[in-house]
C-alpha cells in the first residue's frame, strides 16, 4: 500500500502545481484584462486543458484520504465484518468504474491525436491530456482494488499519507 500512497502523493502534487498554473494564468488574464485592455487569448486553452490534469491527478489521493462525499444509508446495518464485505464490494463496482473511464479516455487519447484535436486558439494537444487522465482514473482503480482486499481480508487500512497537519495537531 505504501507504493500505492507515494503514487497518488505524487499524483496530488502535479495536480496542485497544476493547480497553481490555473491560478497565476487567471491572475495574469484578469490583470492584463484590466489593466491594460489586452486580456490573454491561450488563458481559456490553458484552463481548458489545465482543469481535467488537476481533477483526475487530485483523484487517487481523495480516494485514498477517504474525501470524497459519501451518503451512509447503510452504514450500521449488520456486523463489522457485514460492512467490511459491503464497503468491499462498493470499492469493486467504483473501481470498475474507474476502469471504464480509464478505458475511454485512452480510447480519445488516440482519437484526438489519429485527428489532430487541439484547442481553439493556441492549438494545445488533446491526446497528452487525455493519456494523463487516464493515468489518474486507472491509478484509482488500482487504489480501489487494494482497499477492497484489505476490507475482505479483514484487515484495517493503514492511514492515509498527511500532506499537512490536521486540526488536532496544529493545536498541539
Not at 502534487?13 to 487569448?41: E, I, K
Not at 494523463?132 to 492511514?159: D, K, R, S
Request: charge should be negative; hydrophobic fraction near 60%; glycine fraction near 4%.
Amino acid at each position: 500500500m505504501k507504493w500505492l500512497d507515494r503514487a497518488a502523493v505524487a499524483m496530488a502534487f502535479v495536480a496542485g502545481a497544476a493547480l497553481l498554473l490555473v491560478a497565476a494564468v487567471t491572475l495574469a488574464d484578469v490583470s492584463m484584462r484590466y489593466l491594460f485592455l489586452r486580456p490573454l487569448l491561450s488563458a481559456p486553452d490553458i484552463l481548458q486543458v489545465t482543469m481535467p490534469v488537476v481533477v483526475m491527478l487530485a483523484l487517487p489521493l481523495a480516494t485514498r484520504a477517504d474525501s470524497h462525499i459519501a451518503v451512509d444509508l447503510f452504514a450500521s446495518l449488520g456486523s463489522a465484518r457485514v460492512n467490511a464485505i459491503r464497503d468491499a464490494l462498493i470499492k469493486v463496482a467504483l473501481a470498475g468504474l474507474s476502469l471504464v473511464l480509464a478505458w475511454g479516455c485512452w480510447e480519445r487519447s488516440g482519437e484526438a491525436a489519429l485527428f489532430g484535436e487541439a484547442t481553439n486558439m493556441v492549438a494545445l494537444p488533446f491526446a497528452p491530456i487525455f493519456a494523463i487522465m487516464t493515468i489518474g482514473c486507472a491509478a484509482n482503480a488500482v487504489l480501489l482494488v487494494a482497499e477492497a482486499a484489505f476490507h475482505l481480508a479483514g484487515l484495517a487500512l493503514p492511514p492515509a499519507p498527511q500532506l499537512a497537519p490536521s486540526p488536532d495537531e496544529e493545536n498541539s
